[in-house]
């Protein structure tokens, strides 16, 4: 009778220390906002793109299920820094003012930050956006950029990509400050618009985690360390992004 209690006890114990390696109960929950074509955007109510299926990997080599919570872009970093979630990845830059309070792993893709206007703008450069009104989405480094440099007063914040270009068609606003790959899925959806050629800014990608989580970090960057050796990043990439001239 009692070696059963303590076998069970020890059937138990061994439960609670597995399910505690991935978080919570064999899953890796994920942290998105899905209106950022095409890194997470939905298709017939999935959520796909380029960060779901690098997700899915990291996933699948931590032998764990994941899990995509859709929620707005400000809110995902608080959501890893309390633990609701196991990580954040949402074309996410990598910037000083988030490692203040979050950890991020090594890069897996480039952005650059461009500006869209009205086909018949004359807004031709950066320096054409003085005294203009900007749009921008809620709390992105597009946010955080067209504030340093042309101040509050000329910065619109939306909490969706697609709102601000909504009222960029409108005429509410001038331009859009976003990640280069939406402004061409926006731009290619919407008639009218078009991107100004000269680059706004150039960032780098990474997923976020818990400060509090270093092992997890750890099996991240392993991972992502080894599907960038494999081709399997540049794959997902080129699927959703295809190179030019192929
Ligand atoms: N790369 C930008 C940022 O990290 C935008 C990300 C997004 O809107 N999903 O702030």
Redesign the pocket.
Known sequence: MKKSIALLLALLLMTAVLAGCGGNSGKLTMA??AA?EP??YYENEKIVGIDAEIAEKIADKLGLELEIRDME?NSILGAVQTGTVDMGM????V?EERLKSVNFSDTYAN?I?VIIVREDSDIKSADDLKDKQIGV?D??????FATDDFGDDHVKRYSK?SDAVLALKNGTIDAVI??NE?AKAFVRANEGLKIVETEYAN?E?AIAVSKDNDELLEKINKALKELKEDGTIQEIIDKYIPPEGK
Request: glycine share 16%; no cysteine; hydrophobic share 25%.
């Open positions: 998105t906002n950022f890194y997470e872009f949402a074309g996410m830059t910037d952005g930050q989405q709390a992105t480094t597009g946010d955080v990509g976003i990640d939406p960032e990608y």
